[in-house]
């Protein structure tokens, strides 16, 4: 079996920064692209950010400049550093991955089960 956990949401006030992590585990093969998405209460899913196998990003306007993707493929982790935050970033954060799983010959997308981040004013 395969998941992904993510870990690191929390309170903090306007201005602050928060790290997430999303720890891949089971029978993977290989990764290719990581993602972080959020979405808030109301609202459709949002993409945030991914980042190839090989280190290459990719933000959405909304948070360029302000959060940082990164990944630790030793670890099969995948970051999301973030900065200067807002009222407005208040949402259930996930992260996916397109991962082969042993067994399976195609990459499937799998998500982890969120965690809330919640920024007062």
């Known amino acids: 079996q395969v998941q992904l956990v993510e870990s690191g949401g929390g309170l903090v006030r306007a201005g602050g920064s928060l790290r997430l992590s999303c720890a891949a585990s089971?029978?993977?093969?290989?990764?290719?692209?990581m993602a972080w998405y959020r979405q808030a209460p109301g609202k459709q899913r949002e993409f945030l950010a991914d980042i190839t196998s090989g280190g290459r990003t990719n933000y959405a306007d909304s948070v360029k400049g302000r959060f940082t993707i990164s990944r630790d493929n030793a670890k099969i982790t995948v970051y999301l550093q973030m900065n200067s935050l807002k009222p407005e970033d208040t949402a259930v954060y996930y992260c996916t991955a397109e991962m082969k799983v042993y067994g399976r010959t195609s990459y499937d997308n799998y998500w982890g089960q969120g965690t809330q981040v919640t920024v007062s004013s």
């Open positions: 089971g029978s993977i093969f290989s990764i290719n692209t």
